[in-house]
């Protein structure tokens, strides 16, 4: 499944009457719902090693600053 996943994202076409360049994704979620985790998982899968882009873990604060 993530093998068709990850090959679904690589092909995707924007529709032919749009100029969109490039895609930005918003995520939302209060401190500790996974986010920067999200973005290490994605990231890795792309790479095909464990990769730490986004800082994560469990505090009382943010780990992330923008």
């Known amino acids: 499944q993530m093998m068709d996943l990850k090959k679904e994202v690589r092909n995707f076409i924007y529709p032919s009457k749009s100029e969109i360049t ?27 090693c464990y990769t730490s882009v986004a800082g994560s873990g469990l505090t009382d604060r943010s780990l992330t600053t923008k």
């Open 22 to 48: 490039e895609a930005n994704i918003l995520l939302l979620g209060s401190v500790g719902a996974g986010k920067s985790s999200f973005i290490n998982t994605i990231y890795s899968c792309f790479r095909g």
